[in-house]
């Protein structure tokens, strides 16, 4: 809990420079998501925050993609990126699913 909470204290920061916001996203049934950031212009991301180790990583994978199969693209835009935001992954990169895995020091302004 205290690392998904200076997480979002760092998103917080970098995406108020960007003029945007932070949000919690929870769906009817309980599926949530850890943060959705959220810019002006109606962009906006999926962020999932674990720890670390492939097997939370993929957990969390997962939880992006079913929150973002539950958004109804009638009524606002698809998500521009989701993210899984770590604290052990040695790099930043790219899945083949397009889903961004990050370590939290790689965030810079």
Do not use: W
Request: hydrophobic share 35%; charged share 30%; proline share 3%.
């Amino acid at each position: 809990m205290l690392f998904e909470t200076l997480c979002i204290r760092d998103l917080r920061i970098y995406t108020e420079v960007l003029d945007g916001n932070i949000y919690h996203f929870r769906t009817k049934d309980g599926l949530e998501c850890d943060a959705v950031i959220h810019l002006r212009n109606g962009r906006y991301g999926l962020v999932e925050i674990k720890l670390g180790g492939d097997k939370l990583i993929e957990e969390g994978v997962r939880t992006l993609k079913t929150v973002s199969e539950k958004i109804d693209t009638t009524r606002m835009k698809e998500p521009s990126f989701l993210m899984v935001l770590t604290g052990t992954s040695p790099y930043a990169y790219q899945r083949e699913d397009g889903v961004y895995i990050v370590p939290i020091t790689t965030l810079k302004n």
